[in-house]
């Protein structure tokens, strides 16, 4: 089979912009109105988009008061509950969630996927995260967060201990003979017994294995311990390359980690994220975006921009170009990226910083056969088996990708025309992983 | 008004009763298919329950593999993923969901329960529990259980960090202008920076408060320190009386409670479990049963009816009657129950074995018109408020009482006829709690 690319949609926040609500014509409670992100949902099963991934925050973010009240995220459905809501009201469509192995239990979070698993018929993915926030830490009793290395080596063995509990049960352990009166074959039930450095599980999970076997496991990580786990453990990476050239190093970087531990290499689905903004021309689209661009507030968007150069812009002209700023060893990366956009682009001040305080990450900005031109490109160049779809603004943003960019897609062989199977392990074609303890 | 019953079905397992899989007729995986399940939920709303009750255990129960295998209830949905999808397909039937103290996180609770009213607009309520169950331990890194009373101090706590939670933003909080970009008032977000004995937990809760205010708390405790909980801040109590005049103590015992903290009588509705079994007749109802019971097996029922006991039945004669029992210290009331019921329905050792194997609890076996004979006595005698409807068997024994024993109860103007409101607190003539940060 000719390659062709995975669609998964960024939907927690439903757009990441930063002035996506205030868009004309957007939902400003796109977030946290049930109805809508139903629709949502719908409307991206019915484009055949493999998921729905949802990222999660254990906090209201510290922000400063002035972005805080613009801010419109700080309001959202926790993933569990929105993803079974979604289940109930949708057929085919992956629902991701984000879990976190720093501030939850490892029963619990086996139990919840696999309860997904099963009311979804098999359609859950857990993203691993290990919290790396401050503010979530004092939401659950701890002044300090942990080092992060302590975080990687407690989520390594939380999923040993999560995928064991999965496998508490043979696929065929519940019988449920009215007549003999047989519910279960006891044989056909593990007891994990797990005590290791971090943690201590007994088992068995009360519910029978997930219909996937496995939910499917997601990674975000690109740390090198993160890079490590995703090679290790995952079966789908969301990622954030700023380019085709960061996209490729890092797909073959992680790739190559999975051969080197043993994995089939197209065992692992590897989607950056992608903000895509579909216009009737290229000029069009960039339009779309400067106007969006525009709706983000100068006091945050500035703020965003001096990070990025390590360097305060407050006091920068706002309608110039950028001037001149001397050389710091401060993210010198982030620093040459700002130097080109604001070159390439002809930015000035305020434009930047609306932009890195808007949304500032990979972009496919252009109609969809352009679009679909640099996906192609990614997908042929090895930089990616696919895209986690940004929003700018919901509805029109996702309605101009489902009814424009994915039957261009889909003109040129590159996206499915109807889903081939039930589960997201079908659609992401990913074998069902064995039972460890029963054969 | 003149009083009427509040009705919520006790939905986790769908039956208590052990042999409810094997009844003629009955879904044998009644209790994990989420089809069979979203139309019970319909069903009950389409009768005007008040609400859909999970009870929750955080462990596959410790039993001997004889009752193991024979356990309909080892596979099961965790509460807030099945409620969750449940939300989706009902609009007005309360969801209540159990969630321990003991094992969980504050901010988690209340982050769920929160997403849950708002997806339900309206209609989730928190069952809290200690979590008594060692099994449950040892899921959670724990080889011993807490003690009871220190369990219930971290209760009560637990309970005031969650409903702190919840007001961590006024009603009014989220303004959402897109001209002036203004999407919330950070004057009107309440950080709680909660530190006492058992928990510190900084806050906000990174979601809007909820619909009602706060879920519906319920409470199930009948120890000492439980009633005391109920008391203090319980709406909804589900309890287990065996009688009436167990029922009228219990009822007395936890509205004096009330009283002596300041609280109004009427804020919290009792609702004793009431195992339901509608015939044509008395006598037709009285077969049902004993069919029921018969399904019991004899190995995991005469070891129910030893600990009933507090003596070895298993050597006694199955078809004989109960044999005369040395007197011991342990389980006098119980032991007097056994005796009486083997008396009053002159019943085998096999059917009483299979009687306490199968459920004990309060039951009302009969006609309609019986059962609401039964039912309004134990109103009028101020022994319930309504009641918690255990089912025999399903989808059977569900339809019976939603179909005929229901319009029973409306004829007689002992229940709703439609739902008067949209959320829980409505239906159970509950106020909305103000705010306590925020007036």
Redesign the interface.
């Known amino acids: 089979m000719a390659k062709f690319l995975h669609l998964t949609a960024f939907m927690r926040p439903v757009s990441l912009h930063t002035g996506a609500?205030?868009y004309p014509g957007?939902f400003?409670?796109a977030n946290?109105n049930?109805a809508h992100i139903?629709s949502f949902a719908q409307k991206l099963e019915a484009a055949n988009f493999d998921a729905f991934f949802m990222a999660d925050?254990?906090?209201?973010l510290n922000m400063p008061?002035e972005a805080?009240?613009?801010?419109?995220t700080?309001?959202?459905?926790?993933p569990?509950?929105?993803?079974?809501?979604?289940?109930?009201?949708t057929e085919r469509i992956g629902l991701a969630a984000t879990a976190s192995t720093t501030?939850?239990?490892p029963?619990?979070i086996a139990?919840?996927f696999?309860?997904?698993d099963?009311?979804s018929n098999g359609r859950a993915a857990w993203n691993i995260v290990t919290t790396s926030n401050p503010?979530a830490a004092?939401?659950?009793?701890q002044d300090e967060h942990a080092e992060h290395g302590e975080r990687y080596k407690r989520a390594r063995e939380f999923y040993d201990v999560v995928t064991g509990l999965w496998d508490s049960?043979a696929d065929d352990a519940?019988i449920?003979d009215?007549e003999s009166?047989?519910?279960?074959?006891?044989a056909k039930?593990h007891v994990l017994a797990h005590k290791g450095d971090e943690?201590?599980?007994?088992?068995?999970?009360?519910?029978?294995r997930p219909v996937q076997g496995w939910p499917v496991i997601v990674q975000a990580g690109q740390s090198e311990p993160g890079r490590q786990l995703a090679a290790e453990t995952a079966e789908l990476v969301f990622c954030s390359p700023r380019d085709l050239a960061g996209g490729k190093a890092l797909y073959a970087d992680i790739k190559g980690r999975m051969a080197a531990v043993g994995r089939d290499r197209a065992h692992l689905k590897i989607l950056p994220a992608a903000f895509v903004v579909v216009g009737e021309t290229v000029e069009d689209a960039k339009a779309k975006r400067s106007k969006l661009d525009s709706?983000v507030?100068y006091d945050s968007a500035i703020a965003s921009l001096s990070i990025s150069l390590g360097h305060d812009a407050s006091g920068f002209d706002p309608d110039g170009p950028l001037p001149e700023i001397p050389e710091t060893n401060a993210s010198k990366s982030g620093r040459a990226q700002v130097l080109k956009l604001a070159a390439d682009e002809k930015l000035t001040v305020r434009q930047l910083a609306q932009r890195y305080g808007g949304y500032s990450g990979l972009a496919f900005v252009g109609t969809p056969q352009t679009i679909a031109d640099e996906m192609q490109a990614w997908l042929d160049e090895e930089a990616a088996d696919g895209f986690t779809v940004v929003f700018p603004y919901l509805p029109q943003g996702l309605d101009d990708v489902t009814q424009q960019l994915v039957p261009e897609l889909q003109r040129r062989g590159l996206f499915r025309r109807d889903y081939e199977g039930s589960t997201l392990r079908e659609h992401l074609g990913l074998p069902r992983p064995a039972n460890r303890f029963f054969s």
């Open positions: 609500w205030r957007a400003a409670d946290f049930f139903k925050h254990l906090a209201v008061v805080l009240k613009r801010s419109h700080v309001t959202s459905f926790e569990f509950t929105l993803l079974s809501a979604l289940a109930a009201v501030y939850d239990e029963y619990h139990r919840r696999a309860s997904l099963h009311i503010d004092r939401n659950f009793g049960f519940f449920r009215q009166g047989i519910f279960l074959d006891p039930m943690l201590s599980v007994r088992g068995p999970l009360n519910i029978a709706l507030h």
